[in-house]
Structures are given as C-alpha cells and as structure tokens.
C-alpha cells in the first residue's frame, strides 16, 4: 500500500498542472520544490513599522517559515540585549538604521538549528553571534548567511556571549586603536558605570593602566563608588567633587592620562579634557546628554589635544574584520574566567515590553536587559 501511495505521489508530480489562459503550465517544479526544500521553524519576533517611540510602535508578532537555501543557517536564538543604539534606531536617529517594516535588535547569540546544504563547519548545537552584527536579533528563530555567524565556545555564559560585540569590544578597540598604552599609564572617562564604562576599567586593569572614573552626582554615588573600586578603578569621582580649578591635585597615585574617553559630553567632557596631559587624546563614542563638547582655546594652543571620534559599525566594516574576530574570541576567554564581568538582567521574550521599559529608564536605574528566548 506504502509502495503505492509513493508511486502515486510521484505521478501527480509529473502530471498536475494549471491553465494560464490557453497555456498549461506543469506544477511538478513546485511539487517538488515544496517536499525537497528546508525550512526554518516558525518565528515569533519584535516587529515595528514605522520609526518613533518603541514603546508604542513596537509588538510582538509570528514570522512564518522560509526556507533556508544552500549558503544559509538557521540559528535558535539564545539571548539578545536591549541597547542604547537598538532604541535608537527604532527611533529613526541611528545613522544606519533598517527601513521598516523591521525586526529590532543588533547582537545576539544563538544555537545553529539547522544547515542548507552547501555550509560547512558549523553544525546544528555549535554556539554562534552573528558578526559584524546584523539587524533582527529580537526574534527566536534566525536565517542568514553562513558568513554573518561566527562560532563560539560553548562554555561561555549565555548573556555574555550575547552582549560582547557592541560595548566591550567598543572599550577593547579604544583602549587599542589611539594611544600606545603601556603599565603604568593611564586613563580618564565619564561614563563610568555604563557598560563600556565598566569593560574600560577592568580592561585597563588587566593592562596594568590605571584608571580615573567620573561619574554623575546621584542618589547613591558612594554605592557606585565602591563598586567602580571592586571592579579595578584607581579613582572615582562625582562631576560636584571636580568643581575645582586644579582637576590634577587630585589625581593621588595616578599619573596624568594620556587617554580620555567621553560618552555624555558637556561639563563632562570638559572634565575629561582637564585630567589629560600635553599631547593627550580625548576619544568621544557617545552623548549621552545630548550636549556639545565644548574646547577651550588654551586647550589646543597650549596642551596640544587631540579630539577623535569613535563609531564601532563604521570599523567594523574596515579590512580589521579578522582581526576583530580574534579580539572578541579574546574577550570570551576573559568573560570565562570571571575577568570581564557587568551587570545585566536576564528576561523572558514574553516580557519584552516591561524589560524595553527598563532599558528607557522609565523604572529608574535598571541592569543591562538582555531577552532570552
């Protein structure tokens, strides 16, 4: 009976058909196509079709199956973060942004489910993020090209693994890529308890290069204080305890940075500028106050600075590619060891909209959200 069903199966193959006028056009092509073809599971995925505020455009909804061609790999995700630029360009101000309608999130990490036919090297159950970082990661079943996704160690923690190509390889390459550092140096910032802020300084300690914290006047500034300090920070200080004409007296045992970093600008990038020595480079990645950097004259004329700039997706499309691979492979090993650590929260995919809550700051101060599917 199995043996005719099959033979019966394969006849309707090569005899069905449909009319398209007075032309008849044979269906064995899609028969064929529909029982040979792999497809993905279906999705469910943070969606969005216009720019504007996330919490409002954005809803969860299901992606229905596509098939996974000869060059491409179906990835179960694992975890993925709610970061400052994912917010943004929902909001439609990121410079490089998808044109909706889009699925959110920018890095990951997930589980190869399944392989087209022509990949080679990764299995179904290898670990991989994808790299450089693509948009889409807000959703539990992925398909791309086999050379988006880069392998990992399984060993590494989930929501490491998930978050380490966006800030600490930002804080990796900066420390890298301006000024030769070398023990004994040292660094300046604001921002200090983002989480580039945190990478910074456990990644300088490790360089032996000491590092000066500048962080907000706020409830529980002393709190913050101490932690910076466990993490490796030299010295810490609120924007008020700086209000002084000489920033330097207060450096103790620190030498005069060589290297700023400035994510928030204003009077907080001004500070920066006043801790760097002759010849120093402050480098800004962000602005997170949404005010200028403002340079006095005498910091150009008289101490020679150096403003530069910072944008991880703009190097990362460079020939540095490889050697960014290596580097993230290396900040693994770190997070393995215990040696690079932040803190994140780890919450449900159901729960998106209360964790983007969180992540806009509209419950207060909250860890790093990170989705898990």
Request: with cysteine.
């Amino acid at each position: 009976m199995a043996a005719m069903k099959l033979i019966a199966l394969k006849s309707a193959c090569k005899t069905a058909s449909f009319h398209l006028g007075s032309q008849k056009i044979p269906l064995r092509r899609n028969y064929v196509r529909a029982f040979s073809a792999i497809m993905s599971p279906p999705a469910m995925a943070v969606v969005y079709d216009q720019h504007g505020p996330p919490d409002k455009l954005t809803r969860i909804v299901e992606i229905p199956p596509v098939e996974i061609k000869a060059n491409e790999v179906c990835v179960k995700m694992l975890a993925a973060p709610i970061n400052p630029s994912d917010v943004n360009r929902i909001e439609g101000v990121y410079p490089v942004r998808p044109v909706p309608p889009a699925v959110g999130g920018y890095e990951g990490v997930g589980e190869v489910y399944n392989v087209g036919s022509g990949v080679k090297g990764l299995f179904p159950g290898d670990w991989v993020i994808p790299f450089p970082p693509s948009f889409g990661t807000w959703q539990s079943y992925i398909v791309k090209e086999q050379s988006v996704w880069h392998k990992i160690n399984k060993d590494t923690p989930m929501e490491y693994a998930a978050t380490v190509t966006v800030n600490p390889l930002t804080a990796s390459r900066m420390l890298k890529d301006f000024v030769q550092l070398n023990a004994g140096d040292a660094i300046v910032q604001n921002g200090a308890t983002s989480m580039v802020g945190q990478c910074i300084i456990q990644l300088a300690r490790i360089q032996g290069v000491h590092s000066i914290n500048i962080i907000r006047d706020r409830a529980g500034a002393d709190e913050i204080k101490e932690n910076l300090m466990k993490l490796g920070a030299d010295e810490v200080f609120t924007e008020s305890q700086l209000a002084v004409k000489n920033v330097k007296d207060m450096l103790g045992i620190s030498p005069e940075p060589a290297l700023g970093f400035n994510c928030v600008g204003g009077n907080a990038a001004t500070l920066v500028l006043k801790f760097l020595r002759s010849g120093g480079t402050m480098v800004t990645y962000g602005g997170m106050s949404k005010k200028p950097v403002t340079v006095s004259t005498s910091s150009f004329i008289f101490k020679d600075l150096s403003l530069r700039g910072f944008w991880l997706q703009k190097w990362m499309s460079t020939d540095k590619a490889d050697e960014c691979r290596d580097m993230i492979d290396r900040l693994l090993v770190l997070m393995r060891d215990g040696k690079l650590k932040y803190d994140m929260e780890l919450v449900p995919f159901k729960d998106f909209h209360s964790a983007l809550d969180k992540a806009l700051g509209k419950l207060g101060s909250n860890p790093k959200q990170v989705l898990t599917f």
